[in-house]
């Protein structure tokens, strides 16, 4: 069976060291396995996907960027019967932040939003009421790597306001209360491998900084959760995100209580360097799935 470690063209915009070190890692990893793999980007012309029996997403890092582009890209896989881990209809599906719309109606937490659609006007004063905080996070429904994401006070939010408005002629948005337990006690991350829990680990944002993403400066620390808070992000997974060679749960806790940041089915990160058995863990979920 040849298999495509789906990545994306680097031009520098992401951090890239970080990705090519996990990617390489684990393409050797599995090699040593005894796998026919290899890198291949996801929108490069000069590929013949027929030649692959199965993809696995890794790190299409753009593919936000050049969305349609990446959907025309899933239709040419399922056109091909290239098999795709994660499976099309699922990637779709989390493409657009609005299936966290889905997640709540499902019962389950999320952070609190408001999703405003394109072509529609806002005014961000609105919201601080509405959520009760005096700060908020503004980001695109389709987006990744903080693109496009506002921190709003009543200091900028006139000109976010403007901004926003202009972003909305082409594209969804989401408002949310910015969540001081973020900066208090960071972000968790919890990932799944074939709906098993495999790792977690907290995300914390550099000093005056909200951003917890490493290529702004975020640092990773490794946890050992409890039963009861596997079981919780588990839930997520087992509604969600069956049959996913991956999945990593985002969120944090607010008075005791995860809410839900994202669900992460395309392009995670996977913190694979913070275990050794890590790897091992994607390598059997892999050969279940194959």
């Not at 890794?58 to 582009?69: E, G, R, T």
């Not at 005096?134 to 790597?145: A, E, F, H, M, Y």
């Not at 913070?274 to 790897?279: A, S, V």
Request: glycine share 4%.
């Amino acid at each position: 069976m040849n298999i495509a470690l789906v990545t994306y063209l680097d031009k520098g915009a992401y951090d890239s060291a970080t990705v090519e070190s996990e990617d390489d890692k684990l393409l050797i990893f599995l090699k040593e396995k005894g796998l026919s793999i290899e890198k291949v980007i996801w929108n490069d012309p000069e590929i013949n996907w027929q030649d692959y029996d199965l993809a696995v997403l890794k790190s299409p890092w753009d593919y936000f960027d050049l969305i349609n582009d990446f959907y025309q890209w899933l239709e040419k896989l399922a056109q091909l019967n290239v098999r795709l881990l994660n499976p099309i209809e699922r990637v779709k599906w989390n493409s657009n932040k609005l299936y966290l719309q889905e997640i709540e109606a499902a019962g389950l937490k999320i952070t609190p939003s408001t999703f405003i659609r394109k072509a529609e006007s806002v005014n961000l004063n609105d919201f601080f009421a509405k959520f009760g905080v005096d700060k908020l996070i503004v980001k695109p429904c389709v987006s990744g790597g903080a693109k496009n994401t506002f921190k709003v006070t009543a200091d900028n939010v006139a000109a976010v306001n403007h901004k926003l408005n202009e972003l909305l002629q082409e594209e969804d948005f989401i408002v949310q209360p910015f969540l001081p337990e973020i900066l208090e006690n960071g972000e968790w991350s919890f990932i799944f491998f074939n709906s098993v829990y495999s790792h977690s680990l907290v995300k914390q944002a550099k000093p005056g900084d909200f951003r917890v993403q490493p290529a702004h400066g975020g640092s990773v620390h490794p946890q050992s959760p409890s039963k009861e808070q596997i079981f919780i992000a588990q839930q997520y997974i087992d509604l969600f995100a069956k049959n996913a060679l991956y999945a990593r749960v985002d969120g944090t806790f607010v008075n005791g209580q995860f809410l839900l940041m994202e669900l992460e089915l395309i392009e995670p990160f996977l913190f694979l360097n913070t275990d050794p058995q890590n790897y091992e863990r994607y390598y059997q979920a892999l050969k279940e799935l194959m």
